[in-house]
C-alpha cells in the first residue's frame, strides 16, 4: 500500500476510534444521568470497539514504518503490546463490573426504568455508527477487499449489542408506561447480555496483544509457497525473485519483489502487479495488504532473447 493509498486508509481509521470513543461517552454520560444500565454497558462495548481498533492500528505497515523511521522511535514498538494489555485490562474490568452490578440490580428487584432520553441517545448513537460504517467500507473496500469482509464481521456484532440494548431500554420504557413491572427487568438484562460481550471482547484484545506482537515473525518458508506459486500464475510476471510474508495479528501482509518483460510500459508493469495484489487478496482472506515492487527482467550473460534486436544489449522475454 503505497503512501497516496494508505492515507485515506489512515484517516478513516483514526475517525472511526474518534467516533466511538465519543460515543462510549456520550453513552455512557446518558446512561449514568437517565439510569440506564444497558446504556452503560453499550457505552463500554463502544469503549472496547475504539480500543480494538487502537491496537489494531499499531499493527499495521504503515503505521509501524512511521514508528521506526529513527532509532529513538523503535522502543516504542515494544509499547505496543503494553498499551493493547491496557486496555483490554480495562475493558475487562469494566465488564466485570458492569456484569455484576446488572446481576445485583436483577437479584434484587430494584429497578429503576430509564428516562426517555436513553431511548432517544441508542437511536442516535445507532444512526451514526451505521452512517461511519457506510463511509468506513466504502473505504476500506476501496484498499482490500478481504480486510472490509473482518470489518463487515466487527461491525455485525457491534449491530448486534446496540439492537439488544434498544430492545432493553425501550422494553423497559414501555413496561413503565404500561405498568407492567416484568418489562422493567429487560434492561439489566441486556445490560448483562451486553457485558458478557464486553468481556469476550476484552479477553480478544487480550489473545491479540499476547499472540500477535508487533516484532512480527517471519512465516515459514513452506507457508509463502502457496503466494509464490499464486503470483506466479499471474499473466506478464516472469519470475518471483522474492516474497516474504509477516504476521500482523490475525491477518497477514505479504511483500513480493516480481521481474517483467523490460519492454513494456511502466502502465503494463503496474497493471501486472496490480493484478497479482487482486489474486492474492481475493484467494487468501487472511492476506490483508500486499506489497509489490517490479523490477525488469534481466536473464544475465550469456543468456539473450532471440527476439532482441541485434543492436540492443536489453534482455526480454517473449510473453
Known amino acids: 500500500m503505497n503512501h497516496e493509498q494508505s ?14 470513543v465519543l460515543l ?32 489494531e492500528k499499531m499493527q499495521l505497515p504503515w503505521f509501524r514504518r512511521r514508528q521506526t523511521t529513527d532509532k529513538e522511535n523503535v522502543r516504542r514498538e515494544t509499547n505496543g503490546p503494553l498499551i493493547a494489555t491496557l486496555f483490554s485490562v480495562l475493558i475487562l474490568l469494566g465488564g466485570l463490573q ?10 434484587k428487584g430494584e429497578i429503576t426504568p430509564p428516562g426517555y432520553l436513553a431511548g432517544v441517545a441508542i437511536v442516535i448513537s445507532i ?23 473482518s470489518f463487515i464481521e466487527l461491525h455485525r456484532y457491534s449491530l448486534y449489542s446496540s439492537v439488544i440494548v434498544l430492545l432493553g431500554v425501550f422494553g423497559a420504557m414501555t413496561g413503565q408506561a404500561l405498568q407492567i413491572s416484568a418489562m422493567l427487568y429487560l434492561d439489566p438484562v441486556a445490560a448483562f447480555i451486553v457485558s458478557i460481550m ?24 513452506e507457508d509463502t509457497s502457496d503466494f509464490m506459486e499464486t503470483v506466479q500464475r499471474v499473466h506478464g510476471v516472469i519470475m518471483v525473485d522474492d516474497i516474504k510474508a509477516q504476521e500482523q495479528g490475525h491477518y497477514v501482509t505479504v511483500v513480493a519483489r516480481i521481474s517483467v518483460n523490460p519492454r513494456i510500459s511502466v502502465m503494463e508493469a ?50
Open 24 to 55: 462510549a461517552l456520550f453513552k455512557g454520560a446518558i446512561g449514568l444521568i437517565f439510569d440506564s444500565q444497558a446504556l452503560l454497558a453499550n457505552a463500554l462495548y463502544s469503549a472496547s470497539d475504539a480500543a480494538s481498533e487502537v491496537t
Open 7 to 20: 492515507f485515506p486508509y489512515q484517516s478513516t481509521a483514526w475517525l472511526s476510534i474518534a467516533n466511538n
Open 127 to 149: 444512526a451514526l455508527k451505521e452512517v461511519l460504517f457506510q463511509y468506513q467500507y466504502r473505504q476500506y473496500h476501496k484498499q482490500n477487499a478481504a480486510g472490509s469482509r
Open 270 to 319: 503496474n497493471d501486472i502487479a496490480n493484478r497479482a495484489k487482486v489474486l492474492l487478496l481475493h484467494r487468501f482472506s487472511h492476506v490483508r495488504d500486499v506489497s509489490i515492487q517490479v523490477q525488469p527482467y534481466d536473464p544475465g550473460y550469456p543468456y539473450k532473447s532471440n527476439h532482441t534486436e541485434s543492436d540492443s544489449d536489453l534482455p526480454t522475454l517473449i510473453q
Open 98 to 107: 458492569m456484569t455484576i452490578s446488572s446481576v445485583v440490580t436483577i437479584s
Open 198 to 221: 464486553v468481556l469476550w471482547r476484552g479477553y480478544r484484545i487480550v489473545q491479540g496483544s499476547i499472540y500477535s506482537p508487533l516484532l512480527t515473525q517471519q512465516l515459514q518458508e
